[in-house]
């Protein structure tokens, strides 16, 4: 079997700065630490630091007065924030600061009047933060569909943002829709869908058709993963979207000479690794990377933490 190592893959620099905050504040600071949401959306992530102690909460009820908690990378509303200084939390802010673009460009648009149309999945993290910033002002769209279903009162002052993590060829569809509907619509000034989450996708739209099976490294509830066996699929080659080696079917292999292996921008690169080593250890697989960019994209740590990772 050849295998083909997808590059660039996994961690985002988004991703990475989270991480390396939680692992900082488990280092220096005093326990126990909590997390609003997963700090990633990757199983493999999450149980690493849930078996360090660290408690993933969806209620900040569940929190101790004082206790330090962190924001996680897909940021979160502003009533989260108040609930946060109400309960006197150590808060640290981990989102990913391309997230926090999409909040400020909301910010502007509510303060100027307009009518925001966010394209995204309802329920994720990331929207649910995301318009928490303007909720009177802000409507969700997830399909071309729900575009010609809009009703909004001034066309004139009508602006567009997405999901970071979304499938760049869905959110087009969507956006060429809005500009023919509405063709004084106003973009956000760069586009909102993250440089990892488009380089992925390219890797994957490029190499798919060289093989009969894409594998993808990431969790279920993973946007940005699920956009990239959905990529694969649409491309005829069918996609598996797995956490480890532990979820492989070894009927999926019948046939098949040549296996895609990329992981989502959440997933770390050690399960890559032992999937890489179960695909040579099951079938003598020789790995080929192919990398179609360099990626040099840093941010740096939380502010409260700063202070902590020089010392």
Excluded at 267 to 292: C, H, I, K, T, W
Aim: include cysteine.
């Amino acid at each position: 079997m050849k295998v083909l190592l997808a590059s660039p893959r996994g961690f985002c620099a988004g991703v990475n700065m989270a991480i390396e905050a939680l692992e900082l504040a488990l280092k220096s600071l005093p326990g126990p630490i909590y997390v609003y949401h997963e700090i990633v959306h990757n199983k493999y992530v999450v149980d690493h630091f849930r078996a360090q102690g660290v408690t993933f909460v969806d209620d900040l009820t569940e929190v101790p007065n004082g206790a330090t908690l962190l924001f996680s990378a897909h940021g979160v509303s502003p009533e989260i924030r108040r609930i946060a200084r109400e309960r006197k939390l150590r808060a640290i802010d981990a989102t990913c600061p391309l997230v926090t673009k999409v909040h400020l460009e909301a910010i502007k648009y509510a303060n100027l009047g307009y009518t925001i149309l966010l394209i995204g999945h309802e329920g994720h993290d990331e929207v649910i933060g995301t318009m928490g910033e303007a909720p009177e002002a802000i409507l969700l769209v997830e399909s071309p569909e729900d575009v010609d279903r809009l009703h909004v009162a001034d066309e004139t002052k009508l602006a567009y943002l997405t999901q970071t993590t979304l499938s760049v060829d869905d959110a087009n569809r969507i956006i060429d829709r809005l500009k023919a509907r509405f063709p004084h619509i106003a973009a956000p000034p760069k586009d909102d869908i993250c440089y990892a989450t488009q380089n992925r996708q390219e890797a994957v739209a490029k190499l798919a058709p060289e093989g009969q099976l894409t594998l993808v490294l990431g969790s279920q509830n993973s946007s940005n993963s699920q956009r990239l066996a959905e990529l694969s699929a649409e491309r005829g080659v069918p996609a598996f979207l797995i956490d480890g080696p532990q979820d492989i079917n070894q009927e999926w292999f019948r046939g098949v000479e040549t296996v895609l292996v990329t992981a989502g921008a959440s997933a770390p690169e050690v399960v890559v690794g032992d999937v890489l080593d179960y695909l040579r250890e099951r079938f003598n697989a020789e790995v080929e990377v192919r990398s179609l960019r360099e990626e040099s994209v840093s941010f740096p740590l939380p502010r409260e933490l700063r202070a902590a990772s020089l010392a």
